[in-house]
């Protein structure tokens, strides 16, 4: 079983490259995969490998960047190993919306998720899904509203049309796209700002399905495409044409070839395309039947897992 750990922590880095090369070693050292994004604003990553290897880089990186606690943390385990390779990644922001964001505001209210649907339940709140349109389409709580927004950067010009008086709630897959939202709205002069601690990975672990505002299925951006309550594996899978999420009643379609295409990217693919993606499926299935591994992992566990 491998040990998923995802974290994010907000803190002034004034040289964000100082330990990336330490890092890349750590992680291959104990065959670590995952990625980590570092910023001057602080860091965002999800790493996986054996757990034992996975404590020991957390406590690596709170050492390296001089802090005891990360702002948010999840984890969970999975029958394979979720992630291809391990990259590090410096960037501006660590999660793009056109402000820095150095410490956690204060002035903002976490909802635990032990509270989260009695909060949901109140009267005239604005209930705001942070993330992408595909993944609020994938599953969404219950009377929550998309900006329809494919690029994050683009979600401040959303905000400015809410009305400043009324109380939001907002969440995402693991917090941090929201951590820069509400920190956005809060220096806007919001009073009234929620966000549900651990975001939606967080809920789903430990709300119970029987009482679950939650419906569908939560994306995560890894080989596990998606997840249900408690965590456990999904059943969407990707698209190899499009990279897209493919559904359960979509794989229904005429359209949809294991490999090659779904109903999404079907008319778009030229023919050529279908026949390169016809043989390297061809030979993705010939490796399982010989039991060996292949070049594109990526198809070959979405082939393995049974989804």
């Known amino acids: ?18 330990f990336k090369e330490e890092l890349n070693s750590i992680l291959k050292m104990n065959s670590a995969r995952g990625s980590i994004i570092i910023s001057t604003e602080g860091l965002n990553g999800i790493i996986s490998g054996e757990k034992k290897n996975i404590l020991k880089i957390i406590q690596k990186i709170k050492k390296f960047y001089n802090f005891k606690n990360f702002d948010s943390q999840n984890s969970s385990m999975c029958s394979f190993q979720p992630f291809h390779k391990s990259k590090i990644k410096i960037k501006k922001e660590v999660v793009p919306i056109g402000t820095k964001l150095s410490k956690i505001n204060k002035k903002k209210t976490y909802i635990e998720a032990n509270k989260w649907n009695s909060f949901l339940r109140k009267v005239n709140i604005k209930i705001i899904d942070a993330r992408k349109p595909f993944e609020y389409n994938m599953g969404t709580f219950k009377g929550a509203e998309n900006p329809n927004i494919d690029n994050f950067r683009d979600f401040p010009n959303y905000l400015k049309k809410i009305n400043k008086k009324k109380p939001i709630a907002m969440f995402c897959t693991g917090g941090i796209r929201c951590e820069k939202a509400t920190n956005y709205l809060v220096k806007k002069g919001y009073k009234k700002v929620y966000q549900l601690k651990g975001g939606i990975i967080n809920y789903l672990k430990n709300i119970n399905i029987k009482s679950s505002l939650w419906s569908g299925e939560c994306y995560v951006f890894d080989n596990r495409v998606s997840l249900k309550h408690k965590l456990k594996l999904g059943t969407f899978i990707i698209c190899s044409g499009c990279r897209k999420p493919v559904s359960k009643d979509e794989k229904k379609s005429k359209k949809y070839q294991m490999g090659i295409s779904c109903p999404k990217c079907y008319d778009k693919l030229s023919i050529s395309q279908k026949e390169r993606f016809a043989m390297r499926q061809k030979q993705i299935l010939l490796a399982k039947k010989m039991g060996k591994n292949y070049l594109f992992k990526k198809e070959y566990y979405w082939g393995s897992i049974g989804k």
């Open 1 to 18: 079983m491998f040990y998923i750990f995802g974290f994010y922590k907000f803190k002034k880095l004034t040289q964000p490259l100082s």
